[in-house]
């Protein structure tokens, strides 16, 4: 009976090894598209009369989003990882571009053969600038902030290397201005506002599909 349990035992262990998708030690690289969607605040501190008051409005806002990440796992279930995004628009009045660097963190609850889901929260600095497309009028803002993240995702692989990829979640998006340009001279107040007492506040969700590849990893027994 022992020698029995033995043997399940180590069939279940050689069973569990190749029924993961990825496990300790393994690489992915990830190239996606997407959108974000939500609302942006704008707050600054309005003097005149040398009174001041703080100030917001909201308004929605809709960005192309990129990403380009390097994970590497730590665990077959954790995993850890840098995030590269750039956010755009292109309005009719303006235009907005956004960059980011940082780190981030998975967690893999679902760990198949050829598919996998997991929980990633991501936070990264973030450099924006915006560009008047008037001629009568060129005006520029730039300003830095940061990024905070939390998402689901699935990867499926159709091979050893290569796969697609779906994420969706929710992103807070901090910029406080620094630079404001106006017909290519630097100013320090925008009408009655402070330049550096401007601040953005983007909230919203994402979705965003593209490319996984996966290097260095098992491929699992066929039947698996």
């Known amino acids: 009976m022992r020698n029995v349990?033995?043997?399940?035992n180590l069939i279940l262990m050689h069973t569990l090894v190749w029924s993961q998708s990825v496990d300790k030690g393994r690489v992915q690289i990830k190239l996606g598209t997407g959108v974000f969607v939500g609302k942006a605040?704008?707050?600054n501190r309005f003097?005149?009369?040398q009174n001041t008051a703080l100030n917001s409005s909201t308004f929605d806002i809709g960005l192309k989003q990129q990403s380009l990440a390097f994970v590497y796992h730590t665990h077959q279930q954790f995993a850890l990882g840098i995030n590269i995004y750039n956010h755009?628009?292109?309005?009719d009045s303006s235009n907005y571009q956004a960059g980011s660097l940082g780190a981030l963190v998975q967690y893999y609850f679902v760990n198949k053969p050829k598919w996998n889901v997991f929980l990633e929260t991501t936070a990264t600095t973030l450099d924006a600038s915006w560009d008047n497309r008037s001629e009568y009028a060129k005006a520029s803002l730039k300003g830095k902030g940061s990024i905070v993240g939390l998402s689901l995702g699935v990867n499926k692989y159709f091979g050893k290397i290569f796969g697609l990829?779906?994420?969706?979640?929710?992103?807070g998006q901090t910029i406080r201005i620094n630079q404001f340009s106006y017909k290519g001279e630097k100013k320090n107040f925008i009408g009655n506002i402070?330049?550096?007492?401007?601040k953005y506040l983007f909230n919203g969700g994402f979705i965003q599909i593209g490319l996984v590849f996966k290097l260095n990893n098992k491929t699992p027994k066929s039947g698996q």
């Open 5 to 8: 349990l033995i043997i399940l």
């Open 194 to 198: 402070k330049t550096e007492d401007l």
């Open 165 to 171: 990829y779906l994420q969706s979640g929710f992103m």
């Open 88 to 91: 755009s628009y292109v309005g």
């Open 41 to 43: 605040t704008a707050s």
């Open 47 to 49: 003097t005149i009369n």
